[in-house]
């Protein structure tokens, strides 16, 4: 094989990452997204796949129409798109996280089975839409630590059993819109205490609690023929005491391929990652991964590096030729198949209108409420003084859509004046243990609480170190709290909840989008009647 040819190959085993948005000033995260410039010189040399963030719905969908046209061949096209499309771009339908699911399932399996699948339809069918035919999802991984910062309400439940039913039921979903899925973290995320993309987490189980927990879902999809299957940069010892999954031949191609018997493509999970990033240089985790048993490296550092560094490891005889050609067939096998996925499938020409309905059948399945409602009598009563005091996270942070949240805006007609804790905002807490909150500072009147708090990539545990269930205990003593409002994780709603007196209205919702907070806020009696249809909106964490 010639010099070009060999570097023609390793191209097409690796994904790289770009904006959404058309233009490069519009690029978030320009050290991890390339230039249209560089974009266009790594598709012309052979590039295999792209993965997509930001932007608008219309835009990517421009924007996949300019990638396939700039790699003159098909392309693996995907994005994390585990919430719905509009999760990543705006305009499309944003839905509450699988956890959510998992919950409802122990209380109505059938129910909850049902709107997995149509979860995965709604989001393949959209995916499409825009030109995507690879989703990166479902999220195979067992959340059974409740502090897992990283995982947490992505996985579809925190047993074996309820993620293997769900994420079966969001695959054929995928499959039945006609695009491919990817089953991740392997061999399991959920019960990690830090996040891969800050540090290297450490998964120290015996193979007999990995085969009893962490691997029943991924043997389930695999079983159901999933397409792919994504790493975790997680170190797990039984198998391998010192490379993370992505970069150990006994994860991959022993656990994997050999015990499990997988066929698909194997793709790491992003190379980026602080996990992967922070101990290999960025060719030689490329390397480590392909020789592990990888089939697709993504978001390598720097991909003409990791280009490099892949052929010198081929030309050394590190890495066998033949291995990266069964690698590229198994891509062309992933191509054909989407390809006839997309021919059996109803067509999908354009995405005309987000799916709202879904979305309120899964927020109205999943909301939880206690106690009564801010009726008009008690908001009359508080008038200009009471005070609605806002947690607001960093995956909300659109300063543009920020003002206009149904959080903010609903209450405040109500005469709840708006105070906004993000976290960049002067530290709330007081130092005194007993009364955490600085009251002093907030004002007069009744706190309505309302908290966004979930597990998001690159946000560690710091929400959830919050002393949150000290600042509801001070409140009630002082008789200031009026009512609470969680948003996003279930073990702060289940932490907070038996601390209400019983009068206390209360609300939870899995989802955070607008439409999430008018639900919440209208069973509570504020603004339900004007607001009840908020739609979606797209954001990013």
């Given at each position: 094989?010639?010099?070009?040819?060999?570097?023609?190959?390793?191209?097409?085993?690796?994904?790289?990452?770009?904006?959404?948005?058309?233009?490069?000033?519009?690029?978030?995260?320009?050290?991890?997204?390339?230039?249209?410039?560089?974009?266009?010189?790594?598709?012309?040399?052979?590039?295999?796949?792209?993965?997509?963030?930001?932007?608008?719905?219309?835009?990517?969908?421009?924007?996949?129409?300019?990638?396939?046209?700039?790699?003159?061949?098909?392309?693996?096209?995907?994005?994390?798109?585990?919430?719905?499309?509009?999760?990543?771009?705006?305009?499309?339908?944003?839905?509450?996280?699988?956890?959510?699911?998992?919950?409802?399932?122990?209380?109505?399996?059938?129910?909850?089975?049902?709107?997995?699948?149509?979860?995965?339809?709604?989001?393949?069918?959209?995916?499409?839409?825009?030109?995507?035919?690879?989703?990166?999802?479902?999220?195979?991984?067992?959340?059974?630590?409740?502090?897992?910062p990283v995982i947490n309400v992505r996985a579809w439940g925190e047993t074996p059993a309820v993620v293997s039913a769900l994420a079966l039921a969001f695959?054929?979903?995928?499959?039945?819109?006609?695009?491919?899925?990817?089953?991740?973290?392997?061999?399991?995320?959920?019960?990690?205490?830090?996040?891969?993309?800050?540090?290297?987490?450490?998964?120290?189980?015996?193979?007999?609690?990995?085969?009893?927990?962490?691997?029943?879902?991924?043997?389930?999809?695999?079983?159901?023929?999933?397409?792919?299957?994504?790493?975790?940069?997680?170190?797990?010892?039984?198998?391998?005491?010192?490379?993370?999954?992505?970069?150990?031949?006994?994860?991959?191609?022993?656990?994997?391929?050999?015990?499990?018997?997988?066929?698909?493509?194997?793709?790491?999970?992003?190379?980026?990652?602080?996990?992967?990033?922070?101990?290999?240089?960025?060719?030689?985790?490329?390397?480590?991964?392909?020789?592990?048993?990888?089939?697709?490296?993504?978001?390598?550092?720097?991909?003409?590096?990791?280009?490099?560094?892949?052929?010198?490891?081929?030309?050394?005889?590190?890495?066998?030729?033949?291995?990266?050609?069964?690698?590229?067939?198994?891509?062309?096998?992933?191509?054909?198949?989407?390809?006839?996925?997309?021919?059996?499938?109803?067509?999908?020409?354009?995405?005309?209108?987000p799916d709202g309905a879904l979305a309120a059948h899964l927020l109205e399945a999943t909301l939880e409420r206690q106690g009564g409602s801010l009726s008009?009598?008690?908001?009359?009563?508080?008038?200009?003084?009471?005070?609605?005091?806002?947690?607001l996270e960093s995956c909300l942070q659109a300063p543009q859509a920020v003002p206009q949240l149904p959080a903010l805006t609903l209450p405040e007609r109500?005469?709840?004046?708006?105070?906004?804790?993000?976290?960049?905002?002067?530290?709330?807490?007081?130092?005194?243990?007993?009364?955490?909150?600085?009251?002093?500072?907030?004002?007069?009147?009744?706190?309505?609480?309302?908290?966004?708090?979930?597990?998001?990539?690159?946000?560690?545990?710091?929400?959830?170190?919050?002393?949150?269930?000290?600042?509801?205990?001070?409140?009630?003593?002082?008789?200031?709290?009026?009512?609470?409002?969680?948003?996003?994780?279930?073990?702060?709603?289940?932490?907070?909840?038996?601390?209400?007196?019983?009068?206390?209205?209360?609300?939870?919702?899995?989802?955070?989008?607008?439409?999430?907070?008018?639900?919440?806020?209208?069973?509570?009696?504020?603004?339900?009647?004007?607001?009840?249809?908020?739609?979606?909106?797209?954001?990013?964490?």
């Amino acid at each position: 094989m010639s010099e070009q040819a060999l570097r023609r190959l390793i191209a097409s085993l690796l994904v790289v990452r770009c904006s959404g948005h058309l233009l490069d000033a519009q690029r978030r995260y320009p050290q991890w997204e390339l230039s249209n410039a560089e974009l266009q010189q790594l598709l012309q040399l052979g590039v295999g796949g792209v993965i997509l963030l930001g932007g608008s719905a219309a835009e990517v969908s421009l924007r996949t129409r300019q990638l396939l046209q700039w790699a003159q061949g098909p392309l693996l096209l995907c994005a994390d798109v585990e919430e719905g499309v509009g999760q990543r771009f705006e305009g499309a339908t944003w839905l509450p996280p699988p956890l959510s699911l998992g919950r409802l399932y122990g209380r109505d399996p059938g129910r909850a089975l049902e709107l997995a699948q149509r979860y995965g339809h709604c989001t393949g069918r959209e995916a499409r839409a825009i030109g995507l035919n690879w989703v990166l999802g479902p999220v195979c991984d067992v959340n059974n630590n409740p502090a897992n910062p990283v995982i947490n309400v992505r996985a579809w439940g925190e047993t074996p059993a309820v993620v293997s039913a769900l994420a079966l039921a969001f695959s054929q979903g995928l499959q039945a819109a006609g695009v491919l899925g990817c089953a991740k973290h392997f061999p399991g995320h959920g019960d990690t205490s830090v996040d891969s993309h800050l540090e290297l987490p450490l998964l120290p189980h015996s193979l007999e609690r990995l085969e009893a927990v962490e691997l029943p879902p991924f043997t389930a999809a695999i079983g159901a023929g999933i397409d792919a299957v994504m790493s975790a940069h997680v170190v797990l010892s039984a198998l391998d005491q010192e490379r993370p999954a992505t970069l150990s031949r006994p994860v991959l191609s022993g656990l994997l391929r050999e015990q499990l018997g997988f066929e698909g493509l194997v793709v790491t999970d992003a190379l980026v990652m602080e996990a992967i990033s922070g101990h290999v240089g960025g060719g030689e985790a490329a390397v480590m991964a392909l020789e592990a048993g990888a089939d697709l490296v993504l978001m390598p550092a720097d991909a003409h590096g990791a280009i490099a560094a892949i052929a010198k490891a081929v030309e050394s005889g590190r890495l066998a030729q033949q291995q990266l050609v069964a690698s590229a067939a198994r891509r062309q096998q992933a191509l054909l198949k989407a390809a006839a996925l997309q021919a059996s499938s109803p067509a999908v020409v354009a995405l005309s209108e987000p799916d709202g309905a879904l979305a309120a059948h899964l927020l109205e399945a999943t909301l939880e409420r206690q106690g009564g409602s801010l009726s008009a009598p008690a908001a009359g009563q508080l008038g200009s003084q009471g005070i609605n005091l806002v947690r607001l996270e960093s995956c909300l942070q659109a300063p543009q859509a920020v003002p206009q949240l149904p959080a903010l805006t609903l209450p405040e007609r109500s005469g709840w004046r708006p105070v906004l804790l993000e976290p960049r905002s002067p530290s709330p807490w007081s130092g005194d243990p007993e009364a955490p909150l600085a009251l002093d500072r907030l004002g007069n009147g009744p706190v309505l609480l309302q908290l966004f708090v979930r597990g998001n990539p690159f946000s560690g545990s710091k929400a959830n170190r919050e002393p949150w269930s000290e600042a509801v205990v001070q409140l009630q003593r002082a008789g200031r709290l009026g009512a609470l409002v969680v948003y996003g994780s279930p073990y702060l709603w289940e932490r907070l909840q038996p601390l209400l007196e019983p009068q206390i209205p209360a609300a939870y919702s899995a989802g955070q989008m607008p439409q999430a907070q008018a639900m919440a806020l209208g069973a509570l009696g504020l603004g339900a009647e004007r607001h009840a249809g908020a739609g979606s909106s797209g954001f990013t964490d």
